[in-house]
């Protein structure tokens, strides 16, 4: 059984991998450091840093009928994309008959803006 | 020829894949989200981001001598992703003797820090 106790179950239920542990945090646990890794791991490929790149310049929720022709991807393709960003908790669906609509989970987002933060790491020792 | 104009060259002959533009972006290219990716890639791994945490807590370039048992991993393991951070532009090796050392590339983690903002994007649309 993998651990996951990092993760308290109603953050699971919508954002399975969003921590996260600035990388600089002191005292990161190896939990800390298998959430972190997931969200890096959901966003490394090209075909989701744009589904991500689009999204966070829309001002509404996109349609996957919308997003499919503005990638050059194939549907399915987008589609496993898509579902990898909502389990990873960085995107959100909303069924609307047909068809599912995306958003940016824009909180998350921001949370994952201090991953990369090296205040305090260090004693304020940046030049 | 691939864009590249968001590096200076300076920074690519050191740091061939960090760049890298916010996920926020407008008119993020093909290559941006290539690159971007690549960095998310390279530390899409529990030890991987480890590493980065040990390094940015660490005011000095760290052996791997020292690296390796701290890790609880072997020692080819730890040189493989050691590797690859170095490779994406996020760590600097430093030959001392028969010993590498290495330390956090924090100008790069730094520009790193912008790729989740999402200011700007949508004209002050935060809520």
Redesign the interface.
């Known amino acids: 059984m993998r651990e996951l106790t990092v993760l308290d179950r109603s953050v699971l239920d919508r954002t399975p991998a969003v921590c996260c542990?600035p990388?600089?945090?002191?005292g990161?646990s190896?939990e800390?450091?298998?959430t972190?890794?997931?969200v890096?791991?959901a966003?490394?490929?090209?075909?989701?840093?744009?589904i991500?790149?689009l999204l966070?310049?829309a001002?509404a929720p996109v349609c996957v009928c919308d997003l499919t022709p503005e990638l050059g991807l194939s549907q399915p393709t987008v589609s496993f994309h898509l579902k990898k960003l909502v389990q990873a908790g960085l995107l959100e669906r909303e069924q609307r008959g047909v068809w599912a609509f995306y958003s940016?989970n824009?909180e998350v987002?921001?949370r994952?803006?201090t991953?990369?933060?090296?205040e305090g790491?260090?004693g304020g020792?940046?030049t």
């Open positions: 542990s990388l600089a945090a002191t990161m190896d800390d450091a298998e972190t890794a997931a890096f791991k966003l490394a490929d090209p075909g989701r840093v744009r991500m790149n966070a310049n001002d940016m824009r987002l921001e994952l803006g991953i990369f933060e090296l790491a260090r020792g940046r």
